[in-house]
Nanobody, 129 residues
Framework: QVQLVESGGGLVQDGGSLRLSCTAS????????MGWFRQAPGKEREFVAA????????DYADSVKGRFTISRDNAKNTVYLQMNSLQPADTAVYYC??????????????????????WGQGTQVTVSS
């Protein structure tokens, strides 16, 4: 059982930056591809970014490309989401998630909610205009 704890959310002005962190415990972190998702009030949970086990491959939603960067530090069991040029439309609860990947799939990361096995409790990001 993997436990995920997000941190780093908060209130920021339009155009500002935040860095989210997600620390894992209870499993071998390097065996999991990691993803960030978000959910705004009244909307479905949507993909934001993902990173492969090795960190060598990443994927982003079109809406955040060029503004957000996902990274990971396997030695610290932590995945990060650097968010720059934040917009009010980015306001949501942000969740990190873990997707177990066998060794042969070390370079794979996917954008689908249904692929992920474990989820954190979420952290609120609010961007004011």
């Amino acid at each position: 059982q993997v436990q995920l704890v997000e941190s780093g959310g908060g209130l920021v002005q339009d155009g500002g930056s935040l860095r989210l962190s997600c620390t894992a415990s209870g499993g071998i972190f390097s065996r999991y591809a990691m993803g960030w998702f978000r959910q705004a009030p009244g909307k479905e949970r949507e993909f934001v970014a993902a990173i492969s086990r090795s960190g060598g491959n990443t994927d982003y939603a079109d809406s955040v490309k060029g503004r957000f960067t996902i990274s990971r530090d396997n030695a610290k069991n932590t995945v990060y989401l650097q968010m720059n040029s934040l917009q009010p439309a980015d306001t949501a609860v942000y969740y990190c998630a873990a997707d177990y990947k066998p060794t042969l799939l070390f370079s794979v990361c996917v954008p689908h909610v249904s692929a992920y096995d474990y989820w954190g409790q979420g952290t609120q990001v609010t961007v004011s205009s």
